[in-house]
């Protein structure tokens, strides 16, 4: 008995630190372009982005860096675990580095720093290279240029650069284009937006329209175009409506029972007005958000705009709005309204008008046609139109 005894001991002893077993939180795979900068590691490594560093570390313990472990000044070594994929940046040393990965093992080693993602530029070459006019050229647009804007096509981009040294660069870059390529999981939860089309879920719509400025909006503004009956029940506003903090069957807190209803529009679980008390933890926990008036104004996914970033992350905990874009919400598409009737006033003026338009152009033809005939015989008889 004494000998098992000893022998589970020992195997208990070989097994590694309950802190350092592979759990949950180890990412299996890591998708391209979606976690950020490079981080530096505890033990002194640098490594991608904090996805690559949990999955090449896992079970060993390793976390974000407190200090600035990685750089030479620090006694680093400047080791990395950088990969292979290409999407070139430019370093202030003028130059171009592989990917963002690289560039920070040599800000470890020189101290220097990014200067711009895409390749670095030549000076003579972008002072020659200014295209006058893009009728002929290629269309090979959306395009993310290297100043975090979206162009046309390559040749948009250095007529409306022309001399600043903006280049083309990943899409990710850029805030309309990053989703272009996005592959989209299967989601039951249907998105409108702010063109007025009902997409799949919110991945459809943005790789839908990349390049284009259409983010997600209440289901209501949809419901609304689509002149259903569905959406006769749908509030459009909740501005003329009084203030009254409204508690869902969600969970989260409205502004008023309007702001409920236009939230929840069209959504597949019937969401509705219950007790207060229900929400006071949510309440509690979201009052710790504590942010300032400092203007940066975001829109949010329910078509208002936010003083700044903290004040729309409160909206998040309250009610669950995220980020649409950034600056103020751009003005929703409105379809002018049909008419109920056609008066016969409408009819005759229009009637009028393609008349005039007509005869405009029919007696345009005569004047060409009698002139022409009056220059090769004076002997034209009227009503003829035969030379």
Known sequence: MERVVLVFLAAVALLPDSSALRDASCPRICKENAYGDPVCGSDGVIYPNICEMK?????????????????????????????????????????????????????????????????????????????????????DGPVCGSDGNVYKSTCHMKLLTCGQGVVRTNKKYCQTTRHCRESCWRNAKPACGSDGKVYANVCRMKSKNCGKHVFEVPMAYCASQERTSHGSSCPTGCKNES?????????????????????????????????????????????????????????????RTYTNQCQLNLATCLKGVQFAHVGNCTKLKEEEPCPTDCDNETEINLYADRMAMFTSKFFTLITSVVLLCYLKDSSLQCGSLIC
């Open 55 to 139: 999955k090449k570390t896992c079970g060993k313990g390793i976390t974000l860096a407190q200090e600035p472990l990685c750089l030479r000044s620090s006694g680093s070594k400047c080791e990395h675990r950088c990969g292979g994929e290409k999407d070139p940046v430019c370093g202030t040393d003028g130059r171009t580095y592989l990917n963002r990965c690289m560039l920070q093992v040599e800000i470890c080693r020189l101290g220097i720093d990014l200067s711009h993602v895409g390749p670095c530029n030549n000076i003579s070459a972008h002072r020659e290279n200014c295209p006058v006019d893009c009728e002929q050229a290629p269309r």
């Open 243 to 303: 203030e009254k903090p409204t508690c869902g069957s969600d969970g989260y807190i409205y502004r008023s029972e309007c702001e409920l209803k236009l939230l929840n529009c069209g959504s597949n679980r019937r969401v509705s007005k219950v007790d207060y008390d229900k929400c006071r933890n949510r309440l509690a926990k979201c009052l710790k958000i504590k942010c300032n008036n400092d203007p940066d104004p975001v829109c949010g996914t329910d078509a």
